[in-house]
C-alpha cells in the first residue's frame, strides 16, 4: 500500500493507505473527502476534482498533460501546483503524496 494524505480546505486531514494504480480523486471519492466533486468520475471532462500538489511533491508528481491543462482552465484559483486528481496515479514513487483541497470547486 501507498500513503496518500489529502488536506481538506477545512483543515480535516486524511491520511491513507491506496493501491497503486488508483488515482487521488478514486481515493478521495472513497474516503469522503470535501471538496472533491468528481462530477465527470475521472474522466479529464471537467475540473471538479482540482487539487493542489504539496510543493515538496511538484516533482514526483510531474507537470499535467494538454488535455489536464485545458479542463484547469476551468477549475478556480488555478496555481503552479494545479493538478486535477483524476490524472494523478499513485506509484510507489508518490508513496507519502500530499495534496490540498481548494476552497470550492469550478
Known sequence: MTKLTILAFD???FD???ENGSTVM???VRNSVPGIDAEC???CACATCHV???DAWTEAVGQPQPMEEDML???FD???TSRLSCQIKMTPA???LVVHVPERQA
Open 11 to 13: 483543515g480535516t486531514r
Open 16 to 18: 491513507l493507505d491506496v
Open 26 to 28: 478514486e481515493n478521495a
Open 41 to 43: 468520475g475521472g474522466a
Open 52 to 54: 493542489y500538489v504539496d
Open 73 to 75: 482552465d476551468f477549475a
Open 78 to 80: 488555478v496555481r503552479p
Open 94 to 96: 508518490l508513496d507519502g
